[in-house]
């Protein structure tokens, strides 16, 4: 009898360990919720691209080497038969440790990539990803590349539309997302009620583009501003009251710009791991999914799970830096901490809510209960140091005083 008792509690450990059909593994990986749509998602995620490149040995060592280390999100954005037939193989035996984030309106057409909203080529080109990875479903069913208002108010009523809402019904899609490059459209699309992912290109370059203004613009990169865009801050900070998973695109400025100090457009090097804590320090952000074509691309990304504090600290990167003067907050709270113990990002946080749509009862209600109040600033300017966007935080706990009271 004993020996029956034994053999299954070793059984539900074993189970438990398990757990929903994944592999659970030592690894220095730390996830974070996708949103409201219950899953767990690695800090770190691959990109598909690199998956072109290499043969079918290549793809699964390098698919290998990214799950054994606690990657667990991948997006596949590409059509080309060759990305998505080497990522099939490499996950043969692995589908359940990987949530995919797969694009619908991407085919390949005339020997290219091409997006489409034609509802039977759309058809076509998820049907042929299902296949070619060997599964029946993917986790986020992403809509392809929206980047102008004209393309967003297309989509309502669209048959294209019609037909991504029966994907999530017959459970080929669990949840719905978008890819956007513009703040502006990326706002419409997390304010409509169904999107609950979405792919955004997000940078320490990419912020200082403003409104609506997408990286390709002509002349856009030659003109960044200081200080983060108002656009992209109302953005994030919807994302996170609302519970809207946002996945990172552009990580490291697309080709890797901003790891070259003779590409950045700011004019200074990022290393991997500022430009990843740079995305990961808002808290409305789940992963940042990262281009990565061969295996030493892959262990210098992981470098990331071993980084100290000090690598990560992107808050002094380079002479641009001096001219955040005045920028907006994010939020981040790299000004912490307070000598006084008053939690910054969270006063300027309400701060903004206040001045943008109106004090409410509850967002001073949300302000009385916090531990230290903007008053208690003694304008020490211990905080402005460590700021990453220069922002005035004395004069802003002087207007939060104002406007709470104390």
């Not at 030659?222 to 990580?251: F, S, W």
Request: proline letters at 4%; a negative charge; charged letters at 25%.
């Amino acid at each position: 009898m004993k020996k029956h008792l034994l053999s299954a509690l070793m059984l539900c450990v074993a189970l438990a360990v398990v757990g929903c059909g994944q592999r659970k593994k030592e690894t220095l990986m730390k996830y974070r919720p996708l949103g409201n749509t219950g899953l767990m998602v690695s800090e770190i995620s691959i990109g598909c691209g690199g998956f072109e490149k290499l043969d079918s040995a290549a793809s699964l060592e390098l698919m290998t080497m990214a799950l054994d280390s606690g990657m667990n999100y991948i997006d596949i954005y590409d059509a080309n038969p060759k990305t998505r037939s080497n990522i099939g193989y490499a996950l043969q035996g692995r589908r359940d440790e990987m949530i995919i984030q797969g694009h619908i309106g991407t085919i390949f057409k005339d020997g290219q990539h091409t997006r489409t909203r034609d509802v039977e080529e759309a058809r076509q080109g998820f049907e042929d990803l299902l296949e070619r990875l060997g599964t029946d479903h993917i986790e986020v069913g992403m809509i392809h590349i929206t980047d102008s208002h004209e393309e967003w108010d297309e989509l309502d009523g669209s048959p294209f539309l019609e037909y991504v809402f029966q994907l999530k019904k017959e459970g080929k899609i669990k949840h719905i997302g978008v890819s956007s490059h513009n703040a502006e459209v990326a706002l419409r699309a997390a304010k409509s009620g169904w999107i609950e992912v979405i792919m955004f290109s997000l940078n320490p370059a990419f912020d200082r583009l403003r409104g609506g203004a997408i990286p390709w613009d002509k002349g856009a990169m030659e003109n960044l501003q200081a200080g983060i865009d108002p656009v992209r801050v109302e953005l994030y900070d919807y994302c996170a009251t609302h519970n809207i998973g946002v996945t990172v695109m552009k990580t490291f400025g697309g080709g890797g710009r901003l790891l070259d100090p003779k590409a950045s457009p700011l004019g200074v090097a990022y290393t991997p791991e500022q430009c990843i804590a740079y995305c990961l320090a808002k808290p409305c952000i789940s992963t940042c999914i990262l281009g990565i074509d061969n295996l030493d691309e892959l262990k210098t990304d992981l470098h990331w799970l071993h980084a100290t504090e000090a690598e990560k600290d992107y808050t002094n990167v380079g002479p641009r830096a001096d001219a955040d003067k005045g920028g907006d907050c994010t939020y981040c709270n790299h000004c912490s901490p307070c000598t006084q113990g008053i939690p910054i990002a969270i006063v300027n946080e309400l701060l903004d809510k206040a001045e943008r749509d109106g004090m409410t009862p509850e967002l001073q209600a949300q302000y009385d209960a916090l531990p230290h109040h903007a008053g208690e600033c003694t304008h020490c300017g211990a905080c402005l140091s460590r700021c990453p966007f220069g922002v005035d935080i004395p004069t802003q706990m002087d207007k939060a005083k104002e406007v709470f009271g104390k």
